[in-house]
């Protein structure tokens, strides 16, 4: 008997001639949440087989398979030969362990036979294991509508058995829908971005602006941090943090009081989409949502957007801030966005921004200082770590 820990993907997005090249993304995704177990990783009939997890690590690789993209559903099962004995000796094991203490329950068997050599179909399967279960636990009972253990066997090279179907986290496999620059402050709407487009099978570059010394090293590193809890689902995160004093101090100094917000925003997504192509990322992301600051109103964002030619993606276009509070909580980043350092948008906030900007206006107000140089500055003085699950390293 051998453990063994079987994937269901999204089978609906991965038809066609694309197929295969889904697959594979999809198991990089799964090798690399598992990179530091002995793992082996197969693919058979649409469903995936992981094997040689030991059973202390089962429940860490559970938990990390469930922020793999791409997958529907993991069941950890026991697989064993095709013979029947061997079958039920397993199905009466695995009904011992999810009885537990337990003085009663129902149950219903589910078969599916996917080889079909195998003598007995899948109603026979289920019937006999039916009878086989009642007469070896008498606390059980059958219970066809809504049995609280659901015995499952799956008939294919071996025979495999489970009880548990734990949902995972749906969305596309990594890398599958290319690059794009994630603009990540340390707030809570920007993580939840990036969340949420890595779902849709995007990897992830990410830009920070910082303003050292009026923001702090531990501003920084809660940047960081949140780019790791971000990466146990996107993969590693490419992280540019970029000095930012020098562009905000000309700005706070040189341009209209009331125009500093929205042009400090047209850098940011100026120098980010920088970092994008150097990245091989095709397109931008931001936390913003409609309405949620001055700089948010449709009219800044139109003024933001007129900086750059790449396309922005806005996720949270549509939605209230408690809606992303949610998300950030259950994808874990909602305790470290709350932390309270300073963001470098916070540092140099005008008192009455303009909440109508023009793009004329804004792109008169931007000539008035020759950024060239500051810019080239900020790219060439850019710290870039690769960030993964396992912490940052720093790039070469
Ligand atoms: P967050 O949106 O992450 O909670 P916030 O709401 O304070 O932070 P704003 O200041 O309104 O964000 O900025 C809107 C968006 O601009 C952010 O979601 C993020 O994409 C980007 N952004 C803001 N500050 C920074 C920064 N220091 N570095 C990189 N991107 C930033
Ligand atoms: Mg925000």
Redesign the pocket.
């Known amino acids: 008997m051998e453990q063994v820990l079987l994937v269901r993907y999204g089978e609906i997005h991965l038809k066609g001639l694309n197929r295969p090249y889904f697959e594979r993304k999809l198991i990089e995704g799964i090798k690399c949440a598992l990179i530091d177990m002995q793992a082996t990783v197969r693919i058979e009939q649409g469903r995936i087989f992981i094997w040689g997890i030991t059973e202390e690590q089962r429940d860490e690789a559970v938990d990390r398979l469930t922020r793999v993209f791409g997958i529907h559903s993991i069941s950890p099962a026991v697989a064993v030969e095709k013979d029947w004995n061997a079958i039920v000796d397993a199905v009466k094991g695995l009904m011992t362990r999810t009885l537990g203490d337990r003085q009663k329950a129902t149950f219903k068997c589910f078969s599916r036979r996917a080889d079909k050599r195998f003598p007995l179909n899948s109603e026979q399967i289920n019937r006999e294991l039916g009878h086989e279960l009642l007469a070896a636990f008498p606390q059980l009972s059958v219970d066809v509508h809504e049995p609280e253990i659901k015995v499952c066997t799956e008939i294919r090279e071996k025979a495999y058995l489970y009880s548990d179907e734990i949902m995972g986290a749906g969305g596309m496999p990594t890398g599958t829908a290319g690059r794009a620059a994630?603009?990540?402050?340390?707030?809570?709407?920007?993580?939840v971005?990036g969340y949420l487009m890595a779902r849709r099978g995007l990897e992830l570059s990410a830009?920070?602006?910082?303003s050292y010394p009026y923001t702090s090293e531990r501003a920084k590193d809660k940047v960081i941090e949140l780019a790791r809890l971000v990466s146990r689902y996107s993969g590693p995160v490419r992280l540019h943090l970029v000095p930012f004093t020098d562009i905000q101090l000309a700005i706070y100094e040189q341009c209209p009081p009331k125009e500093t917000t929205v042009l400090m925003?047209r850098l940011?997504m100026r120098i980010s989409e920088m970092w994008a192509r150097e990245d091989g990322a095709l397109a931008l992301i931001?936390?913003?949502a409609l309405g949620?600051?001055a700089?948010?109103t449709l009219e800044s964002l139109c003024v933001t957007d007129d900086a750059v030619s790449m396309p922005v993606f806005r996720p949270l276009i549509g939605f209230d801030k408690d809606d992303i509070v949610a998300i950030a909580k259950k994808i874990d980043t909602f305790e470290t966005?709350i932390l309270p350092y300073e963001?470098?948008?916070?540092v140099f906030v005008p008192q009455h921004p303009v909440t109508r900007p023009k793009v004329e206006d804004l792109r008169k107000s931007e000539a008035m200082v020759d950024f060239s140089e500051m810019i080239a500055k900020a790219m060439a003085d850019t710290e870039t770590l690769i960030v993964s699950q396992t912490g940052a390293v720093e790039k070469k």
């Open positions: 994630l603009l990540i402050s340390g707030g809570i709407d920007s993580p971005a830009v920070h602006f910082f925003r940011m931001t936390g913003e949620q600051v700089s948010q966005s963001d470098c948008c916070t």
